[in-house]
């Protein structure tokens, strides 16, 4: 997962290179003439920060509770990337990657000592930006599928335990657009994740094969550069 992550940044970087190109480019079009406009043109670039609640309840209302932890997952920072697309009558996509992590601990002489969940997702959405606007802001409403990579790490009695796996997550997004001077944009985003993911969870002496919610809230803050 870790490699197509990279992999996946990388894009965005030659993405986000070839549109400075592109903007550098037109700048030499005479005034005079004209250019017909693209299906598809590169929108912006941004960086996102915010906190995520993911539901959780496998482990926050049945595994923790058996093994006697009064800790729970309560919702931990979210970092996200976008690279966003122009599309016709005010659409637009957007590529992205998030990630997400936190950590519960276990009690004195209990199964664990530490469990650590980390979700990685790879996101590929839409979005449709109304012509409202107030002092410059835009309301915007969308949704985004993610292809989602969970990892489970159990530190138990010094030895480490990891499970992995991937599924696949919706989340319906409104938010809030600002630009300044036509090439900073700040934005504000409501989210809320839709799905869940299946894992084999040790549960003192059984092997239980779990439904694990990743439902919840994401709010996040975001900055960023926009072409044109």
């Known amino acids: 997962m870790r490699n197509k992550t990279l992999v996946l940044l990388s894009s965005l970087i030659l993405l986000t290179l070839n549109g400075i190109a592109q903007e550098q480019d037109t700048t030499l079009i005479?005034?005079?003439?004209?250019?017909?406009?693209?299906?598809?043109?590169?929108?912006s670039i941004t960086l996102s920060g915010g906190i995520f609640n993911p539901s959780l309840s496998y482990f926050n209302n049945t595994f923790l509770p058996k093994n006697h932890t009064s800790d729970r997952f309560s919702?931990?920072?979210?970092?996200?990337a976008n690279l966003a697309f122009n599309l016709p009558v005010n659409f637009g996509a957007r590529i992205g990657v998030w990630?997400?992590?936190?950590?519960?601990l276990g009690e004195n002489g209990g199964?664990?000592?530490?469990?650590?969940?980390?979700?990685?997702?790879?996101?590929?959405?839409?979005?449709y930006t109304l012509q409202y606007e107030l002092l410059g802001i835009k309301p915007y409403l969308g949704l985004d599928g993610s292809i989602l990579s969970i990892q489970d790490q159990y530190d138990a009695n010094e030895?480490?335990?990891?499970?992995?796996?991937?599924d696949?997550?919706?989340?319906?997004?409104?938010?809030?657009?600002?630009?300044f001077k036509k090439k900073i944009v700040v934005g504000l985003?409501?989210?809320?994740n839709l799905g869940s993911y299946m894992q084999d969870v040790e549960n003192e002496s059984s092997l239980?094969?779990?439904?694990i919610s990743v439902e919840g809230q994401k709010i996040q803050l975001s900055i960023g550069y926009r072409f044109k």
């Open 75 to 80: 919702g931990n920072v979210v970092y996200s």
């Open 30 to 43: 005479l005034s005079g003439q004209k250019k017909e406009a693209a299906f598809l043109s590169l929108n």
């Open 111 to 127: 199964a664990f000592n530490t469990l650590k969940v980390s979700l990685t997702g790879i996101s590929l959405g839409a979005f």
């Open 189 to 192: 985003e409501y989210g809320y």
């Open 168 to 179: 696949f997550v919706w989340t319906p997004f409104i938010g809030l657009k600002h630009e």
């Open 159 to 166: 030895t480490i335990l990891k499970k992995s796996g991937s």
């Open 99 to 104: 990630y997400w992590e936190q950590k519960v």
């Open 208 to 211: 239980e094969n779990a439904k």
